[in-house]
């Protein structure tokens, strides 16, 4: 390098310094990035002793002039970020020096014809960062008629550096400014979707519900409320799509089904107003798979109608199944359709309504729970108290991978005649055998059982609570045994008594638990034998939770004359 080309760089270091230093804190403060980098081409054309600048910011697949300088306003010229000789600055991310842009084939001369600015020569230098270039800082024509050299393609691409600097700085503000004020709108969403969902009932109320969003917000829906004639609305629903779109239509539906149903229509009136409402505002391409009807408590019958809906399953206390399936497409698909009505009697059963997400969730090898999956599991659980069922569920649920909302609305049948007699835990030791007996002969006199009868039941209730302790346990010990005594009325007036007794021993194996004949039983040891020929039939199997065992027993009663039937509250003992 000659002395003299080796004084004019330490002269443009020299001014270059201050300009960088003063770019750099301008635009690492700025509140206003457009105006700051309008302000930095003016600095930059000055100093690059150039016609005219322009910063270029891809937008997309194009380059979009954000600021210029000079004699033409250029802001918003969209060229496509293949072409050009900016695109090519920006494809190679290497600064270009075009001494003669005419001779360049990469020249856009059509801008030119456009604006009426003759272009001589061009120099540009990218907008790198990490992430890859950004855009580009370009500046046209000498002011002195000269060319550009290699010092000053050197001198625009450091002063493109804290320019790239500014505005990856400012994007990441706005998409974390965006992204709070997403986070707002999905934490408004998300409590205006609570404040729709009803309250807790405790006691006996026969509806519960559950809702495990798979996200911040949840596309599903349920509620019930109590009409003034005595029968309890219930509702439930899934809407497609995801975000705030399917939240706010959730909202909507939500709303719409409350307010039809507070009417007490027909549940296929209740579905078709509602469907035509939605009809009316509802986006092209988006629907609600939703069942509205209502649970009668005295007769212990529910109606309802489903529009798309998976299938509703009865689940009776023995574990049986009986499916139902919609009859109609979802809801804001059609106007004008009709709902078909459906009905069942849950006097010994429960009713469940589910969104598909408890179908979809996910094992570890990808398999879904499905239909079949869901009606094995409730079925499994059938005999729990509602509210254990529904925790044993949502454990369950939670063993998977949850890929979309899920929901699940549970109708207990059998409230006010079908009685909880007895619902007892005591320790397991033979001592406490006297106790239990005791609670039981009460319980028995509570529904007119004749004497003989209830002594035979307790008798074979007590060998198998005795067998418990001493088997299952292998003689006394801190653990409990739980015991239930519950009876089921049918529409006929024919009852059954139910007897469950529930340890957490060992599990063990149903198949080698088998009756002797009474004749071959020793003193004590009448245990299956007894059970045999005292109950119309029995059932031992693991836990539905797989801790202990669990031995069922029933026996059909006796018509007659019975005293006036208790509530659950004064059946239950204290």
């Known amino acids: 390098m000659s002395a ?111 604006t009426g600015f003759v272009t001589h020569s061009v120099l540009c230098a990218p907008l790198s960062t990490a992430e890859g270039p950004i855009g580009a800082l370009q500046v046209l024509n000498k002011r002195d008629g000269g060319l550009f050299d290699t010092a000053d393609r050197d001198a625009l691409r450091l002063l493109a550096a804290p320019t790239a600097l500014a505005v990856s700085g400012a994007r990441m503000a706005e998409e974390l400014l965006e992204q709070n004020r997403i986070r707002r709108e999905l934490t408004m969403a998300r409590r205006l979707q609570r404040s729709l969902l009803p309250r807790r009932r405790r006691g006996g109320y026969p509806v519960r519900a559950l809702n495990l969003p798979a996200r911040e917000i949840s596309g599903d829906f349920y509620d019930f409320f109590d009409l003034p004639d005595g029968r309890i609305a219930f509702a439930s629903g899934d809407v497609s799509g995801k975000g705030l779109d399917a939240a706010f239509l959730m909202v909507r539906c939500a709303s719409l089904l409350r307010w039809a149903g507070k009417e007490g229509l027909p549940p296929s009136q209740w579905m078709a107003r509602v469907n035509d409402e939605l009809g009316e505002a509802i986006a092209s391409g988006m629907f609600v798979c939703a069942v509205a009807g209502y649970f009668e408590p005295k007769s212990q019958t529910a109606v ?35 709902f078909p009505e459906q009905q069942t009697d849950l006097r010994d059963a429960s009713l469940y309504l589910y969104s598909d997400g408890v179908t979809d969730v996910r094992d570890g090898d990808g398999g879904t729970l499905d239909v079949a999956g869901v009606e094995a599991l409730l079925a499994e659980l059938a005999t729990l108290k509602p509210e254990p069922r529904l925790r044993a569920i949502v454990r369950r649920l939670r063993g998977y991978r949850l890929t979309d909302d899920t929901t699940l609305l549970l109708i207990e049948g059998g409230h006010g005649n079908s009685p909880e007699l007895l619902d007892i835990a005591f320790p397991a030791r033979p001592e406490e055998l006297a106790n239990m007996r005791r609670r039981c002969h009460e319980a028995l006199q509570r529904v007119g059982v004749d004497e003989q009868l209830a002594g035979a039941l307790i008798l074979a209730i007590d060998e198998a609570a005795a067998n418990v302790i001493r088997h299952a346990y292998g003689g006394a010990c801190g653990s409990r045994v739980e015991l239930r005594m519950t009876q089921r009325e049918d529409a006929g007036g024919e009852r059954r008594l139910n007897i469950e007794l529930r340890d957490f021993a060992p599990c ?67």
């Open 508 to 574: 063990v194996d149903p198949s080698v638990v088998k009756a002797k004949t009474l004749g071959e039983c020793r003193p004590g040891g009448l245990g299956v034998a007894m059970i045999d020929e005292i109950m119309d039939g029995w059932d031992l199997q693991p836990a539905p939770d797989g801790k202990g065992n669990r031995l069922r027993m029933w026996k059909q009663l006796p018509p007659g004359e019975r005293p006036p039937r208790q509530t659950n509250e004064e059946a239950r003992p204290a």
């Open 4 to 114: 003299v080309a080796a004084d004019d760089a330490v002269q443009l270091e020299r001014r270059m310094l201050p300009l960088l230093a003063e770019l750099s804190q301008q635009l690492a403060l700025s509140l206003d990035l457009e105006q700051t980098l309008r302000q930095a081409v003016d600095r930059i054309a000055d100093f690059m002793q150039a016609e005219a600048a322009a910063v270029f910011l891809a937008d997309g697949e194009n380059l979009v002039c954000r600021a210029c300088a000079g004699p033409v306003d250029v802001r918003g010229l969209s060229i496509p970020r293949t072409r050009g000789i900016l695109g090519r600055t920006v494809e190679r991310n290497a600064p270009q020096l075009v001494r003669d842009a005419h001779a360049d084939p990469d020249f856009l001369n059509a801008i030119d014809e456009n």
């Open 304 to 338: 309802w109608a489903s529009a798309g809906f998976p299938p509703l399953l009865r689940v009776d206390r023995e574990g049986g199944v009986q499916r139902f399936d919609a009859e109609a497409p979802p809801l804001g698909i059609m106007d004008g359709i009709d």
